[in-house]
């Protein structure tokens, strides 16, 4: 399957943008800035996945788009198409020659450095000449090492801008100049000059002070953290190519009878292909012809495989285990399962939440005002007669301290892997905004069926009346029920062929409308269903039964009665079965500390009986699918914050109402486009680890921001102040970036909920 990352359109007049030459969260910011003041255009860029999502009307063009951050001073492109499939090549091209890029003038200004500071660091070893000899090798670091800095704070200077890159630049720049005129002009340059290195500041003579050291060492330490961000961008975007990784490369078509090797990308729908053993399904699509069983793990985190035969739908990416299947392509391309999980997971990262746009705004504004302090700083260490030494490092310190890149990853960075690490667990979050929704979410309203039960009748109990063999009333009624197409008889006949094995042959079978069947099974007359049914030819039912089989309709579930030779020999109780996992994931929701609701249709008696099984109090039953959004409507002004869990079209509207709307992803498609998080397993437990990873997401977001924050706030007074020497503070500055994202790839450890650990639903 095509990776759907490089399609062009997300909707009618939605573009993504590439953006090339952004260094910062000021970059985004000024791009974001020219792009929304043009009429009818909305957008929102990021840096950290490099890319402007925009929306306009007809009036624009996205030449007009590209023309625009052009002017800017960066570059814009749309997205390449996809790569045919099968095409061998890198992840991605222009990063990876971007990580090359780097860690080529990484290494280099890494080997010329070195040895600058240590000779500025140890007084011992400065020889004659040494401070030409460190002007030699600190020049290349400054020129080519720092080229990037100094080009980008060109390019917004002509657009009269200043970022991060124009922090990096002047600084370096400035110790580099003061070391130029030293040597050149002032004292420094004679032989046998000495001096220490030293981490405060004092006043001496600036004439006789090189600052090679902090020229180099601060490009030296930038662009290591520039590196690391770059390459740990990568690997916080590694899930989502990952998954756009899953498809299939290739398939085999069936046409005339005769079978073709084609690339997936020229698979149509209504073509039928051919899936053997241990390949993967090219695309979703129905089986024809054919069983087996599914492994869907890689797609949507459920380990035990699924059994598929003709009729059933099959997903695109997933794992033939069995026997050969012959598929009829439903969908392809964008349409498909995988795809539309990539672009909401793109659609996630590209996006912005609330606290990242105000982490935007203060960047916009932030480099303006450090250059302003760096200013005051010089003047006020001038005034104070400390000499130009002491004002000029001071100066310096306070530009190259200030510099906001953790500011700017602080939340980019913790999307990515959040959201990238949530569609390897089958949880794809459709926007950052719902990670704030999770934070404050009290309530949850689980639809009953197909959320908290499998959607569809399963035999849950056998009642044999006195001294007859249980299996044999499941051989027989089985057989019977065999029959039927009624989805009760699929229930009891699917039960008997697992426990009894193949069914036995029928005759004279015939069908009573609405009341059950009747036929011939091994020489007995046998007849199955209501009660009605079997008093009308002459069957009683034991008095024994009775009591069972009134208790089990009490509880609102279907009771099926089989008998022959004149009595009624047991009773089948069928009903919607549990999920398995339903009521673990409720105790998991408890622990979240959210107040579980069960929503259903059906009667009081049914839905207080599954709400027992799986440990809810408040249940709201017997609600039409149209007042489904009335009651979350309804709990909402109770004050209540609402999310709501549910898998069918009749649930859309109350999964668009609740302030945080989960839907199955083995329910419609419309319920899935009206919900904030889609749980791809199907499995009420993601819907607990949906909010846990939301809410440590959020965590990590909140905790990189402070970071970011405290860091200028604390660091930009002991720079100003003289505590700090230039080159710690490029250090320190370059260290802020690599914690955030550091600390934002945590978030790659996230595991799934397990009942079993007491403190696994914390969250």
């Given amino acids: 399957m095509a990776p759907a990352a490089g399609r062009l359109p997300m909707a009618p007049n939605r573009i993504e943008l590439k953006i090339g030459g952004m260094t910062c969260a000021s970059c985004a910011s000024r791009i974001e800035k020219k792009l929304n003041r043009l009429d009818g255009v909305t957008a929102t860029v990021n840096y950290a996945t490099e890319k402007a999502t925009v929306t306009f009307d007809d009036t624009r063009t996205p030449d007009e788009l590209i023309a625009t951050v052009e002017k800017t001073g960066y570059t814009a492109a749309l997205p390449p198409?996809?790569?045919?499939?099968?095409?061998?090549?890198?992840?991605?091209?222009?990063?990876?020659?971007?990580?090359?890029?780097?860690?080529?003038?990484?290494?280099?200004?890494?080997?010329?450095?070195v040895p600058v500071i240590v000779l500025a660091m140890v007084p011992a070893w400065q020889f004659d000449y040494w401070q030409w000899l460190?002007?030699?090798?600190?020049?290349?670091?400054?020129?080519?090492?720092?080229?990037?800095?100094?080009?980008?704070?060109?390019?917004?200077?002509?657009?009269?801008?200043?970022?991060?890159?124009?922090?990096?630049?002047l600084g370096t720049l400035a110790a580099f100049g003061w070391s130029v005129w030293a040597l050149f002009l002032g004292t420094a340059g004679v032989p046998g000059m000495t001096h220490p290195f030293s981490l405060d500041i004092g006043p001496s003579d600036g004439a006789g002070n090189i600052y090679l050291e902090t020229a180099a060492g601060v490009t030296l330490f930038i662009l290591a953290g520039r590196y690391f961000e770059v390459r740990s961008k990568r690997r916080a975007g590694a899930a989502l190519r990952a998954l756009l990784e899953l498809g299939a490369k290739e398939v085999t078509i069936l046409r005339d009878g005769a079978e073709a090797?084609?690339?997936?990308?020229?698979?149509?729908?209504?073509?039928?292909?051919?899936?053997?053993?241990?390949?993967?399904?090219?695309?979703?699509?129905?089986?024809?012809?054919?069983?087996?069983?599914?492994?869907?793990?890689?797609?949507?985190?459920?380990?035990?495989?699924?059994?598929?035969g003709p009729g059933e739908q099959v997903v695109g990416a997933t794992v033939n285990a069995g026997g050969r299947l012959v598929v009829?392509?439903?969908?392809?391309?964008?349409?498909?399962?995988?795809?539309?999980?990539?672009?909401?997971?793109?659609?996630?990262?590209?996006?912005?939440?609330?606290?990242?746009?105000?982490?935007?705004?203060?960047?916009?504004?932030?480099?303006?005002?450090?250059i302003a302090l760096a200013v005051a700083t010089l003047g006020f260490w001038l005034g104070s007669g400390d000499g130009v030494t002491a004002a000029f490092t001071a100066a310096v310190a306070v530009l190259i301290i200030a510099c906001p890149c953790a500011l700017g990853l602080a939340t980019p960075t913790a999307l990515l892997v959040g959201t990238g690490r949530g569609a390897q667990l089958g949880i794809l979050i459709k926007g950052p905004e719902v990670l704030e929704s999770t934070r404050r979410v009290e309530t949850v309203v689980l639809d009953k069926t197909g959320t908290v039960t499998t959607g569809r009748m399963t035999l849950t109990e056998i009642l044999p009346a006195d001294g007859q063999d249980t299996d044999e009333l499941l051989r027989l009624a089985g057989a019977l029920e065999n029959a039927s197409e009624h989805p009760i008889a699929r229930a009891v006949a699917t039960a008997a062929a697992e426990r009894t094995g193949p069914h036995p042959a029928v005759d004279g079978f015939a069908n009573v409308e609405g009341l059950g069947v009747t036929g011939t099974v091994d020489g007995r007359a046998v007849t199955v269903g209501r009660a009605r049914l079997l008093a009308d030819r002459g069957l009683d039912l034991p008095a024994a039964l009775g009591p069972a089989v009134a208790e089990a309709e009490a509880a609102g579930r279907t009771v099926v009665l089989a008998g022959w030779?004149?009595?009624?020999?047991?009773?089948?109780?069928?009903?919607?079965?549990?999920?398995?996992?339903s009521r673990e994931a409720v105790a998991g929701l408890r622990r979240l500390g959210l107040t579980p609701v069960l929503l259903t249709g059906d009667n009081g008696a049914?839905?207080?009986?599954?709400?027992?099984?799986?440990?809810?109090?408040?249940?709201?039953?017997?609600?039409?699918?149209?007042?489904?959004?009335?009651v979350v409507k309804r709990l909402q002004a109770e004050g209540r914050v609402v999310a709501m869990v549910g898998d069918g079209v009749n649930d859309a509207a109350a999964l668009a109402q609740a302030d945080l709307g989960l839907a199955m992803g083995t329910g419609t498609d419309v319920a899935i486009e009206a919900a904030d998080l889609t749980l791809v397993r199907g499995d009420l437990t993601?819907?607990?680890?949906?909010?846990?990873?939301?809410?440590?997401?959020?965590?990590?977001?909140?905790?990189?921001?402070?970071?970011?924050?405290?860091?200028?706030?604390?660091?930009?007074?002991?720079?100003?102040?003289?505590?700090?020497?230039?080159?710690?503070?490029?250090?320190?500055?370059?260290?802020?970036?690599?914690?955030?994202v550091g600390n934002s790839l945590r978030l790659r450890r996230f595991t799934a909920y397990r009942p079993d650990r007491a403190g696994a639903a914390g969250g």
């Fill in 81 to 113: 198409p996809p790569r045919p499939a099968g095409e061998s090549g890198s992840e991605s091209g222009a990063p990876v020659d971007e990580l090359r890029t780097l860690r080529t003038r990484l290494l280099v200004s890494l080997v010329l450095t």
């Fill in 134 to 169: 460190s002007l030699t090798l600190a020049a290349p670091v400054v020129a080519y090492g720092g080229l990037p800095f100094h080009r980008a704070a060109w390019i917004n200077l002509r657009h009269g801008a200043a970022t991060m890159d124009t922090l990096i630049s």
């Fill in 261 to 308: 090797r084609i690339p997936v990308d020229q698979l149509a729908v209504g073509d039928r292909f051919v899936v053997r053993p241990g390949e993967k399904i090219a695309t979703d699509g129905v089986v024809e012809d054919g069983s087996s069983a599914v492994d869907a793990s890689m797609l949507t985190g459920e380990s035990v495989p699924v059994e598929v």
């Fill in 328 to 370: 009829r392509a439903t969908r392809v391309g964008a349409e498909t399962q995988l795809a539309q999980m990539a672009t909401l997971v793109e659609r996630a990262q590209t996006g912005k939440a609330q606290v990242q746009r105000l982490a935007d705004r203060i960047s916009g504004v932030f480099v303006p005002i450090v």
């Fill in 565 to 581: 030779d004149g009595q009624v020999r047991g009773a089948l109780v069928v009903a919607d079965a549990i999920k398995p996992t």
């Fill in 606 to 630: 049914v839905a207080r009986s599954v709400a027992a099984e799986v440990g809810i109090d408040e249940v709201i039953a017997e609600v039409l699918p149209a007042d489904k959004l009335d």
């Fill in 686 to 740: 993601a819907a607990v680890d949906a909010i846990r990873l939301s809410r440590a997401t959020l965590r990590v977001i909140r905790g990189n921001l402070f970071w970011a924050f405290a860091y200028n706030v604390a660091a930009l007074p002991l720079a100003a102040i003289g505590m700090l020497n230039p080159m710690i503070a490029g250090a320190a500055m370059a260290f802020s970036s690599v914690f955030v």
